[in-house]
C-alpha cells in the first residue's frame, strides 16, 4: 500500500472564519503570536503502485470532489514512510 | 514570517464516517482502488524565529485545542519554504 496526501487550503484571499475563531481562543488561552488557517487533509491509501496515471487521477479527484476550487488550492503529494 | 503546519488524523482504530463516504463517492464517480481518511491541517503563522520554546508551544496548543487526543493524533512540522 502506497500512500499519497492531499492538502486543501482556503485560498489566501478568502477568509477563514474557522482559522479566525482558533487564533482568537488561541490568544485568550495565552497562546499569542500565532495566526491560524484551518484547512483539510486527505490520507489516499492507493492499491498497487503510485505511477503518473495514479497520481494524474488523484489529481482529477481532488478537483472533482476533495477541493472547492473556487474557495480551496489543493497539493497532492507521495507520502514517504 | 514562519510557518508551522499541525496535522490532525482520525487515529487508525478509530472509524472514519466522512473518509467511507469520501471512498464511496469516489468508487462511484469511477476512481477505484482508493481509500480515503480525512483529517485536518491547520497552518500556523508564527510572530518571529521558531525556537524550541515556540514549536513545545505550539505542540501544547495543539494537545488543548486543535485535536481531540481522545479520537484523533496530531504532528507538528516547521514547513520550509
Not at 6 to 34: C, H, N, W, Y
Not at 60 to 75: G, Q
Amino acid at each position: 500500500m502506497s500512500r499519497v496526501v492531499v492538502d486543501v487550503m482556503p485560498k489566501p484571499e478568502i477568509l477563514d472564519p474557522q482559522g479566525k475563531a482558533i487564533t482568537g481562543s488561541l490568544a485568550r488561552l495565552g497562546f499569542d503570536g500565532l495566526s491560524v488557517r484551518q484547512g483539510k487533509r486527505f490520507e489516499i491509501e492507493v492499491d498497487g503502485a503510485i505511477t503518473d496515471e495514479r497520481l494524474a487521477q488523484i489529481h482529477e479527484a481532488a478537483e472533482k470532489l476533495l477541493a472547492n476550487t473556487v474557495i480551496e488550492a489543493f497539493a497532492v503529494r507521495v507520502e514517504e514512510d
